[in-house]
T-cell receptor, first 114, second 115 residues
Framework: EDQVTQSPEALRLQEGESSSLNCSYT??????LFWYRQDPGKGPEFLFT???AGEEKEKERLKATLTKKESFLHITAPKPEDSATYLC???????????????FGKGTKLSVIP | KAGVTQTPRYLIKTRGQQVTLSCSPI?????VSWYQQTPGQGLQFLFE???????NKGNFPGRFSGRQFSNSRSEMNVSTLELGDSALYLC??????????????FGPGTRLLVL
């Protein structure tokens, strides 16, 4: 069964204090790994897609990396507006090519304190 | 381009009632997926529709159903509501070009409270 595990569940950082969020997965035939950001009461907002081990993508203070078993979301010098829940997801292995069925982790709730 | 829209945004129902939620995908997108989000279980896949056909279904009881129209708009229905159905229901749309690595874009969700 596909599994996506995120750690830590919650992370509290001082403004400017860099850190990393982890997403480990067990799925056969990975067809991509997605990172989303979700603010309270809103839908997830797409951040990155990673397709293969060694790939990295950056957006402002965020950088996502992928290995064969896990992905990291590095946050450099975070600001209070980076506070949100960060979710990672993988396409379900049994969903078939072309399907959009995603298996999500429970998320990491990030709080950045001024 | 307009994003994914969902209506209504908030809904209060009582046990035993039924509810219909609506989703309009991004223009040109043919795939619509539905997810349920609760604090305990996180985001869980309900079903996916592509060109008016259900392509995949998650592990939810038959009380949860959906459909997609020829303009790609989708509705989901929950019959005989239970307290545990209280959740944020999210709709996501994708291009449906046949590549499972494509990105899904989520709507703002419908918050359902069952009393």
């Amino acid at each position: 069964e596909d599994q996506v595990t995120q750690s830590p569940e919650a992370l509290r950082l001082q403004e400017g204090e860099s850190s990393s969020l982890n997403c480990s997965y067990t799925v056969s035939g990975l067809r991509g790994l997605f990172w989303y950001r979700q603010d309270p009461g809103k839908g997830p907002e797409f951040l990155f897609t990673l397709y293969s081990a060694g790939e990295e993508k950056e957006k402002e203070r965020l950088k996502a990396t992928l290995t064969k078993k896990e992905s990291f979301l590095h946050i450099t010098a975070p600001k209070p507006e980076d506070s949100a829940t960060y979710l990672c997801a993988v396409p379900a292995a049994y969903s078939g090519a072309g399907s959009y069925q995603l298996t999500f982790g429970k998320g990491t709730k990030l709080s950045v304190i001024p | 381009k307009a994003g994914v829209t969902q209506t209504p945004r908030y809904l209060i129902k009582t046990r035993g009632q039924q509810v219909t939620l609506s989703c309009s995908p991004i223009s040109g997108h043919r795939s619509v997926s539905w997810y349920q989000q609760t604090p305990g279980q996180g985001l869980q896949f309900l079903f996916e529709y592509f060109s008016e056909t259900q392509r995949n279904k998650g592990n939810f009881p038959g009380r949860f159903s959906g459909r997609q129209f020829s303009n790609s708009r989708s509705e989901m229905n929950v019959s005989t509501l239970e307290l545990g159905d209280s959740a944020l229901y999210l709709c996501a749309s994708g291009g449906g070009q046949g590549n499972s690595q494509e990105t899904q874009y989520f709507g703002p969700g419908t918050r359902l409270l069952v009393l």
